[in-house]
């Protein structure tokens, strides 16, 4: 399994980012994805989740209403589109599969680096 993360950058505050998630190794489109960011000595917190046919997603509430996590099953990839970004947003921005296959792993990505700041 395999989960890849892209499109993290330098942003001014107000900027928008789209960060990407290719995975492989598993069937992706069975399963719940979720995207986490930790900050500098901040723990890992739960930004976003979707459901396995893309009906269902969540948010915390510092995001709602500027994120909006997608995917599309047919290239096995998560999105999270982040507009009016904020200096808070600041952080390391981690692709999540949990409870893959019949030992319930959870895999993750290495993370991408989203900094906004002016």
């Known amino acids: 399994v395999q989960l890849v993360e892209s499109g993290g950058g330098l942003v001014q505050p107000g900027g928008s980012l789209r960060l990407s998630c290719a995975t492989s190794g598993f069937t992706f489109s069975r399963y719940l994805m979720k995207w986490y960011r930790q900050a500098p000595g901040k723990e890992r917190e739960l930004v976003a989740a979707?459901?396995?046919?893309?009906?269902?997603?969540d948010y915390a509430d510092s995001v709602k209403g500027r994120f909006t996590i997608s995917r599309d099953n047919a290239k096995n990839t998560v999105y999270l589109q982040m507009n009016s970004l904020k200096p808070e947003d600041t952080a390391v921005y981690y692709c999540n599969a949990p409870g893959v296959g019949w030992s319930r792993l959870d895999y993750w990505g290495q993370g991408t680096q989203v900094t906004v700041s002016s």
């Open positions: 979707i459901s396995s046919a893309g009906g269902s997603t």
